[in-house]
């Protein structure tokens, strides 16, 4: 029953892990159009020009994206390991991604000068990405929930799963114990020394014989 519901926990670590899967993903593919804009319309400009507008909302998105795929990655081998140390580190990144989505949002609600708080964008990218949110924010507010109710259900599926291996767990090998006795006959072998009787000598008898006669 324990393997059982252990293997359940793995699917479904994995199924949810594939969220920030598909948005890393769709990051990248968005993060990709716009630098290709940004480059058509720069194309133009001198090398100073492109120095100083340095497009950092794109590399910004696009590392965003990296990194979500790098932890699907990460998930996916914890959960389909089980290694108590894989899913730990998976745990406190997520949970520090937790803390950092938490902040951005809650600085975006309650301030309203939050815009100042970041550069200035020379591309106009943000600008037209906010606009897009703003424009279908009821989407966007299901995506976010979506986002941030899997990255909390893959923290406490990693806790569960994690609660169910023991300590002492080996990679390939049952116990030290079993992997010594499959040793033994081999050192054994090596050590044993053929049996010897004692006993008095063969010819014994006929010397004592042949004294008495003489």
Not at 57 to 84: E, K, Q
Not at 186 to 198: C, D, F, R, T
């Amino acid at each position: 029953m324990a393997s059982i519901l252990k293997s359940c926990m793995q699917f479904t670590l994995k199924s949810v892990n594939l969220i920030m899967a598909m948005v890393g993903i769709a990051m990248i593919l968005y993060g990709f159009w716009m630098l290709r804009v940004w480059h058509r319309d720069m194309s133009g400009s001198s090398y100073e020009d492109l120095d100083y507008t340095a497009p950092w909302f794109i590399y910004t998105f696009l590392a965003t994206g990296v990194t979500l795929c790098l932890l699907t990655c990460l998930g996916h081998i914890a959960a389909d390991s089980a290694n108590r140390f894989c899913l730990l580190c998976y745990m406190v990144i997520i949970s520090v991604l937790l803390l950092i989505e938490t902040g951005i949002t809650a600085d975006i609600l309650l301030n309203e000068d939050w815009e100042k708080d970041i550069p200035d964008d020379p591309t106009g990218r943000f600008r037209d990405f906010k606009q897009f949110v703003e424009t279908n924010i009821d989407i966007f507010k299901w995506i976010f929930l979506i986002i941030f109710l899997g990255q909390g259900l893959s923290v406490l599926l990693a806790m569960a799963l994690r609660a169910f291996i023991p300590t002492n767990q080996c990679s390939n090998y049952d116990s030290d114990k079993e992997f010594t006795q499959a040793r033994q006959p081999l050192i054994n072998n090596h050590a044993q020394k053929p049996a010897y009787v004692i006993g008095e000598p063969p010819f014994a008898n006929k010397n004592e014989t042949w004294n008495t006669n003489k």
